[in-house]
C-alpha cells in the first residue's frame, strides 16, 4: 500500500513563490525510486490537469507548457519526497494541487494542498 500526503500549498501574491512537498509511506515490496511522480492541479468545475512529472528511472521531467519555465519537479528517494518548486506565480496557477504516484498502472493520490495567489 502506498499513501501520498502534500503539504506547502498557501495563499502568495503574484510574482512570489512557493514550494510543495509531497512524502510517500509504502508499506509493499517495491522502493519509492521505482515510483514515477507528479504534480496535478484542479480548479472548481474543471478537469484535474497534469503539472509536472519526473520518472522513476532516469529522472526525467516534464511539464505543461503553462508552467515551463517557472516550476521544476525534483525528487528526493532516500527522504521518500518529491517537491514543486513554484516561481513566478500567476493568479491562474490558483489550485488544489495533488500528488500522485505511480508504478504499474496503479495510482496513489494524495488528498490535495491549496495554492491561492492572489494579490
Known amino acids: 500500500q502506498v499513501q501520498v500526503v502534500e503539504s506547502g500549498g498557501d495563499l502568495v501574491q503574484p510574482g512570489g513563490s512557493l514550494r510543495l512537498s509531497c512524502v510517500a509511506s509504502?508499506?509493499?515490496?517495491?522502493?519509492?525510486?521505482?515510483?514515477?511522480l507528479s504534480w496535478y492541479r484542479q480548479v472548481p468545475g474543471k478537469e484535474r490537469e497534469l503539472v509536472a512529472s519526473?520518472?522513476?528511472?532516469?529522472?526525467?521531467?516534464r511539464y505543461a507548457d503553462s508552467v515551463k519555465g517557472r516550476f521544476t519537479i525534483s525528487r528526493d528517494n532516500a527522504k521518500k519526497m518529491v517537491y514543486l518548486q513554484m516561481n513566478s506565480l500567476k493568479p491562474e496557477d490558483t489550485a488544489v494541487y495533488y500528488c500522485?504516484?505511480?508504478?504499474?498502472?496503479?495510482?496513489?493520490w494524495g488528498q490535495g494542498t491549496q495554492v491561492t495567489v492572489s494579490s
Open positions: 519526473i520518472r522513476s528511472a532516469a529522472g526525467s521531467t
Open positions: 500522485l504516484a505511480t508504478r504499474s498502472n496503479y495510482n496513489y
Open positions: 509504502i508499506s509493499n515490496f517495491f522502493s519509492f525510486s521505482s515510483y514515477a
